[in-house]
């Protein structure tokens, strides 16, 4: 029940955005600012979009790989894609229950193993969104009167995702606060402090052992990797539209909108991830009918063209399910 009322709470705030949106929004100057994308960028933006799930899949593998060496690319991508697919049209982020808990005996790795990597896996890439998103408001926030505020929180994020990020590399330190704070949880809430430590021991177990050698710089790189590229759709989309004068905000809207992501919303993040997106863009410079184009067709990359693999990886997986 209690998750039920969150969904129709994220319901009602993507109906919301929505709203938001569409009440002073010019149809018309809308469809002029769809006409004439430049197919050259577009195809440019399809190729940064294929290179960030590759690299994640590669990120994801890697993970995996202290517990099964043997994993191939493929073999982690199909139930990767599919839990996106599955993330964009079921509600409760069904398709994260699913990549933890139905694959573990295709990837040969227990679902604790898996679920730990999953959480791994959110925390990176939280912390780099967080200083993308420092970075862009220091590069491109106005720097005048109050507005120069942004400023300060632009370095705030910044120093916290690094410092976050840099202590990944030793995480052995954060037991004992770790430790403390689902003690304290407890004492609060046992209920709640007991599920907290399932998920945070298991975290931190597979945090200390990813940091031996060099795996944990590498899948830091990796990560900064994932979402530079990520980043660049963003401009490759704002590039093809004639209509967005500053397609520099597209640095913005990413983090922004990713950000926007970990509000309850619908399934795809519809809604609330646009509102926000167009949001960045506006604060960019762009006019409004242009932000909307540029943050829907962003939209589309993200959920269209994984939706229809993943199902497809899906499909293959049930298939092959028997033969795992």
Known sequence: MTRWVQFAIGVALAGLCLWLILRDLDRAALAEAFRNPDPRWLALGFVFWATGYAVRVLRWRA???????????????????????????LPFRLGDVLRCLAFSRWLEVDPGTVTATVLAERLLDLLTVLVAAGLAILILAPREGALGLLGVGGWVLVSVGLLALGLLLVPGVLRPVSRATV????????????????????????????????????????????????????????????????????????????????????????????????????????????????????????YIPASILGGICLLYWRLRRGQA
Request: net charge neutral; aromatic share 10%.
């Open 63 to 89: 993970m995996l790989a202290v517990a099964n060496p043997s994993l191939g690319f493929w073999r982690c991508a199909v139930p990767f894609l599919g839990s996106i697919a599955a993330n964009n049209v």
């Open 183 to 302: 003690a304290g949880v407890r004492a609060l809430h046992p209920g709640f402090g007991t599920r907290l430590a399932g998920f945070a021991e298991p975290l931190l177990d597979t945090l200390v052992t990813l940091s031996r050698g060099r795996r944990m710089l590498g899948l830091i790189g990796a990560s900064a990797l994932v979402w530079t590229c990520e980043g660049a759709v963003y401009w490759a989309v704002a590039m093809a539209i004639p209509a967005v004068t500053a397609p520099a905000a597209a640095w913005l809207a990413m983090p922004i909108g990713t950000l926007a992501t970990l509000l309850p919303s619908t399934p795809g993040y519809i809604g609330t991830f646009d509102y926000f997106a167009i949001a960045a863009a506006e604060a960019g410079g762009n006019s409004t009918a242009a932000a909307t184009a540029f943050a829907v067709l962003v939209h589309a990359y993200f």
